[in-house]
């Protein structure tokens, strides 16, 4: 973490009042980190392991800030068995700096990925836009955000918006809830391209200063689970639409 930490205008507002589980293990950045987050009107939890932030009840807490280097367990595979059990928004705060990093780290379950040293204020605001994105309750369920209510059917596929549920062929297709809130976006409008600007700035934050490249690792997965690469067509230089294969 680099500079002086000086609590923003935003400090106490409603949007800060969350509870972060906070897992690094080297104590020169954890708890400058902690004493800073709790000056900005966050409720930091902080653990030292994966064992430890596995251990944690995800119900309990509304965001993850995850060091990728752990003492025990691989931090990707932190990431990983979190997101297998709940919704929970996660942040990966890493030394790795390689794009390909992050694309995997992101196919993983990760809502986003801060390079270390980073800035304090620069964090504050990822959080607070993951939180915007996401819209999760404590509960670790993400609420629908963006997306008009009800059903879309299209064909054997059908996508409800409410109950936050994907069925193809009668078989229900178990989504991370960014790929849900991608597939619903382009469930939106069948037949419709989505660009790949209008896509990141309505699926993810029209501020997402994350890789580009995180949006064809989402729609890659899609693809996988609807078993057919057909469903989703790829405009080249443009974006995607949805085409259900004939």
Known sequence: M????????????????????????????????????????????????????????????????????????DGGEVCRRLRARSGVPIIVVSAR????????????????????????????????????????????????????????????????????RVHLGGREIDLTPKEFDLLAYLAEEPGQVRTREDIIARVWDEHWWGPTKTLDVHVASLRRKLGDPGWIATLRGVGYRLDPPG
């Open 2 to 73: 680099s500079g002086t930490h000086q609590p923003s205008p935003a400090a106490g507002a409603p949007a800060a009042l969350l509870r972060l589980l906070v897992v690094e293990d080297d104590a020169t950045i954890a708890e400058p980190l902690v004493e800073g987050l709790r000056l900005e009107g966050f409720e930091p939890v902080l653990v030292s392991t994966g064992a430890e932030a596995l251990a944690a009840d995800p119900a309990g807490v509304d965001l993850v800030l995850l060091d990728l280097g752990l003492p025990d367990l």
């Open 97 to 164: 700096a390689d794009e390909l990093d992050r694309v995997l780290l992101l196919e993983m379950g990760a809502d986003d990925y801060v390079v270390k040293p980073f800035g304090f204020r620069e964090l504050v605001a990822r959080i607070r836009a993951v939180r915007r994105r996401t819209g999760s309750g404590r509960d670790g369920t993400a609420e629908a955000t963006g997306t008009a209510g009800g059903d879309a059917d299209q064909g054997p596929l059908t996508v409800d918006r409410r109950a936050r």
